[in-house]
């Protein structure tokens, strides 16, 4: 008998869209009835916009995940950097954005610390957008074969998960579809709705969350 759990979860997709891999992720997602966020890099969604307006026509929300994912914040934060990274991007995205203007910064391997400095906070605060990080990075990025079990535990562990994944790597991406059967097995639920407390600006208005975020030490 499937265990029962009345936790949701939140996935979401970061780095793409990729030509190949998007698409496969897409077609998992929409067998198990799934919408979550993609948050895309905007280099990546020149080559690949109308994987993107798969997305988007399919139920997905449609973030902003920088430019070039190059530096993060913490590493390169001065004022040009961070509106060229952000808004580039947003334009490019247009018609597809969520309404909200979702933004999720660059960590460097799931890194909160320094993701978002005061110029970045500033920027998105004063452009209108919502800032969304995470609290579950199972590592799809390193480990291929073990990211699942990672995502098991941290899920486990987690009141709301928000939990970061990338539709750039194929070889993790096949396992998407036996670990989403797993969490349905295990009696979890799926809401593409952002936890609350992993926004830390909403439509341009700092939430409390944000202080924290920023104070965290480098
Ligand atoms: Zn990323």
Redesign the pocket.
Known sequence: MPKTSDKRITLSF??GPHAEFTPMVLDVLARHDIRTTF?V?GQNLVANRDIARRARDEGHWIGN??WS?SFPFREKGDADFVASEIDQTQAVIGDLAHEDKLF?P??GAGRLDGALNAVAAKHLQQHGYTCVLWNSVPGDFRDAVGWPAAAMDQISQLESPLV?L?DIHGEAMTRLDRFISQLKYEGYSFKQDIPPDMIVIRNGEPTEALGSVLAKKI
Do not use: A, E
């Open positions: 970061d780095n948050f890099v995940h920088t994912h999720r660059y960590g970061v990338h």
